[in-house]
């Protein structure tokens, strides 16, 4: 369903001289509604690409920062089996 809102836009001289150049006889309100609806369409698809990106971003920066922890729990348990004060495997008797 397709719902429509009357709005009032001001436009440049130069820029509206332009575009009624442009028009090759087709209706003014039309060309600058789906100009509108164009740009509306592209902007909200650049930021939903930019969203996309900064979620894998951060669930990528995450899974490091899990991979840090791992490593660094890791490293203390190796340090600790080397040291003496932990065994990983039991000792047969």
Known sequence: ????TRTSVRIPRELLTQTKELLEGRNFSQVVQEAL???VRDH???RWGDLIE???KSR?????????EIAALAGES????VEGRDHAVP???
């Open 1 to 4: 369903m397709t719902t429509s």
């Open 37 to 39: 609806a164009d740009w």
């Open 44 to 46: 909200q698809r650049v």
């Open 54 to 56: 900064q979620t894998l």
């Open 60 to 68: 990528s920066a995450s899974r490091r920062a899990e991979h840090r």
């Open 78 to 81: 190796t340090r600790r089996i």
């Open 91 to 93: 000792t047969p008797r």
